[in-house]
């Protein structure tokens, strides 16, 4: 089996004329995440600069291919009306290493 998966950082920026995140930038990023079939990410929240002006920003990290990748970046840009979302290719996919994951137990009758 090839793996073809990477960790990517996306960088999300602020509302281009208030420098402050969108109230709905992390709903907007589940969204994405949701709609792509992406179950585990990190969030880090962070102070940037776009054209010479500091900005609260946003970086997301998650591992997938990059495609989808490119696709999370162009719809953040999109729905949250940024000029660009930046993405860096940092390293290898991410493992999950530690308890299984359980799933819930339904009832039979």
């Given at each position: ?7 990517y950082?996306l ?99």
């Amino acid at each position: 089996m090839i793996i073809t998966d990477r960790t990517y950082a996306l960088y999300i920026g602020a509302d281009n004329v208030t420098h402050a995140l969108r109230s709905d930038t992390l709903s907007t990023l589940a969204e994405v995440m949701a709609w792509e079939g992406i179950d585990g990410y990190s969030v880090d929240c962070l102070s940037g600069m776009w054209r010479g002006q500091a900005e609260e920003s946003v970086r997301v990290t998650v591992s997938t291919d990059e495609g989808r990748a490119r696709r999370m970046a162009n719809s953040l840009a999109s729905r949250l009306n940024q000029d660009s979302v930046g993405i860096v290719d940092i390293g290898p996919a991410m493992q999950f290493i530690g308890a299984t994951i359980r799933l819930p137990e339904f009832a039979t009758s």
